[in-house]
């Protein structure tokens, strides 16, 4: 049975593109731009190609162009004159859209065409922080409003995966060339969102630091048995939904009187250091609110 989601309701196209519900109606009832469907009760519905339309014409909006000389384009020339900016510029915008395109429709080909297209304008940093970064950022309010469901994100969490990955295989055979410290990556007990720790992974590495990454779901027993091998560590704990706000400070403490020993520290980021108390933070205990901070500090 095919399960990819092909309607949409006002609210999802709200979410999407980011343009509001009242101006969708208003460049429907005076533009006639879109053409959404009608249920029995009268609420609209729309298909891909009203999403994807919309999509585009955002994109000419952004860009200048205003709705009352879109609606006069053909069907055929909204999507001509996006891909003649597309050329002209490099629209991270615009990769987003089709990232979120390539999502609804579970589409790894549309993926892989945007993310080459990116790739042979921009280097991969740039385009983990300017384009993979705001898209996870979105996708997470596109799953907490059901604009979306778990298997969306999912689905697109595992290909980005897969470009972190290929990119940090390129640079496993270095030999660091700072041997002051090393440093362990690692998620907390049932913490499995690994996005973020596998590119600070490929930044350490790039920084010519050694690396060892320990993945998802790591007890503190396991960290234990690192600091037995190696001297001046580094720990760095992604804590994205777990541990909960109101554990979080006692699994600082634990870390700190169970694992660190004088020439070890730990760094901790992700959405639950907000949660941290001040007074659990020290010289071998600190916190970093983004990915780009920590990494100014290799």
Not at 210 to 219: D, Q
Not at 243 to 268: C, G, H, M, R, S
Request: proline share 4%; glycine share 2%.
């Amino acid at each position: 049975m095919n399960n990819i989601k092909s309607v949409f309701s006002i609210k999802d196209l709200e979410n999407l593109p980011g343009i509001k519900a009242h101006t969708i109606r208003i460049w429907e009832k005076r533009y006639d731009v879109l053409k959404p469907m009608r249920t029995d009760t009268n609420i609209r519905l729309y298909d891909t190609d009203n999403l994807q339309k919309l999509l585009n014409i955002t994109l000419l909006h952004n860009y200048g162009y205003k709705i009352s000389t879109i609606s006069k384009y053909t069907d055929e020339k909204i999507p001509e004159l996006v891909r003649e900016i597309i050329n002209k510029k490099s629209v991270k915008h615009h990769a987003i859209s089709e990232f979120k395109m390539a999502m609804m429709n579970f589409d790894q080909v549309q993926f892989t065409l945007t993310y080459d297209k990116l790739l042979s304008e921009k280097s991969f940093t740039d385009v983990f922080y300017e384009v993979f970064i705001p898209l996870m950022t979105e996708l997470g309010l596109l799953w907490q409003s059901d604009t979306i469901t778990p298997a969306h994100e999912h689905f697109i969490t595992y290909l980005i995966k897969q470009k972190i990955i290929a990119n940090t295989e390129k640079i496993q055979y270095l030999e660091p060339t700072k041997t002051n410290r090393v440093f362990v990556l690692y998620l907390p007990d049932n913490e499995i969102h690994e996005l973020g720790l596998l590119y600070l992974n490929y930044e350490i590495i790039s920084n010519g630091y050694k690396s060892i990454y320990l993945g998802e779901s790591v007890p503190i027993d396991s960290l234990k048995e690192v600091c037995k091998n190696f001297d001046n560590i580094t720990f760095i704990a992604y804590t994205t939904v777990k541990p909960e706000p109101d554990e979080i400070n006692e699994y600082v403490t634990q870390i700190k009187n169970e694992v660190l020993n004088e020439d070890a520290e730990v760094w901790f980021i992700g959405r639950m250091v907000e949660n941290i108390s001040p007074n659990k933070l020290s010289n071998n205990v600190r916190k970093f609110e983004t990915i780009s901070s920590l990494v100014n500090e290799l």
